[in-house]
């Protein structure tokens, strides 16, 4: 059984910084495609950033330059440094994983931006 397990999150001010890690255990060894969406209150799920093996990070338009994911395939993990936060950036974001077409998520970790 394949689990994704989020940390990092809270609350945040405008202007500042966060870092997300997620770090994937089960029979998968090394999974092929990590990263990040987030669900805004209201709004459908959207994708922040994700990362294949051996590849390059791949954003979203809303937070390209001032977000960096990373990924330790020895640890199995995958990290998503956010800076300059805004107050849309305001939402659940959701670990994800692709392995073999399918798809594996986190149960969710809250981020909001306010003073």
């Known amino acids: 059984q394949v689990q994704l397990v989020e940390s990092g999150g809270g609350l945040v001010q405008p202007g500042g910084s966060l870092r997300l890690s997620c770090q994937h255990s089960?029979?998968?060894?090394?999974?092929?495609?990590m990263g990040w969406y987030r669900q805004a209150p209201g709004k459908q799920r959207e994708l922040v950033a994700t990362l294949k093996v051996g590849g390059r990070g791949e954003y979203a338009d809303s937070v390209k330059g001032r977000s960096t994911i990373s990924r330790d395939n020895h640890m199995k993990t995958v990290s998503l440094q956010m800076n300059s936060l805004k107050p849309e950036d305001t939402a659940v974001y959701y670990c994800?994983?692709?392995?073999?077409?399918?798809?594996?998520w986190g149960q969710g970790t809250h981020i909001t931006v306010d003073y």
């Open positions: 994800y994983g692709n392995q073999d077409g399918v798809n594996y």
């Open positions: 089960g029979s998968i060894f090394n999974m092929y495609v």
